[in-house]
């Protein structure tokens, strides 16, 4: 049972936290992630061209509208709840309430390992910060 409840808060916190926050930074530059090709695909490999590439690529006015709507969707709520966290107690029981200082607490370490690896990167990967993973999903 517990396997399932962890696979529903994975699913519901962090995981939708790294889709639904890395869309934007992937999807700035149109050919990482066009909305939609404006030809079907090339047939033959080998045989295209960067004017075809251009071809595929869908109209100005159509990505800035996507990318208006990723700008939108892609940004923490102004109200957000870090993950494992309340905005009024929900536990009153003492082990209850011990239990979520542990979860906290190892969020914490996992906050910590996540910010020294990501120091030491070029390119770093914030998506899964416990720090911007929301407690839940809302829109």
Request: net charge negative.
């Amino acid at each position: 049972m517990s396997k399932f409840v962890t696979m529903i808060i994975f699913n519901c916190s962090a995981l939708h936290a790294a889709v639904n926050f890395s869309q934007l930074d992937f999807a700035l530059w149109t050919p990482n992630c066009p909305s939609f090709m404006s030809r079907p695909p090339p047939q033959d490999k080998g045989r295209v061209t960067e004017e075809d590439i251009l071809s595929f690529l869908p109209d100005v006015g159509s990505s800035v509208r996507v990318l208006a709507v990723l700008t939108t969707l892609s940004q923490p709520a102004l109200d957000c709840v870090p993950l494992c966290h309340y905005k009024e107690p929900v536990f009153a029981d003492g082990a209850h309430c011990r239990l979520v200082a542990q979860v906290q607490a190892r969020l914490e370490a996992i906050s910590d390992d996540i910010t020294q690896r990501n120091s030491q990167l070029e390119l770093p990967y914030p998506y899964l910060h416990p720090g911007r993973i929301e407690n839940s999903v809302a829109v």
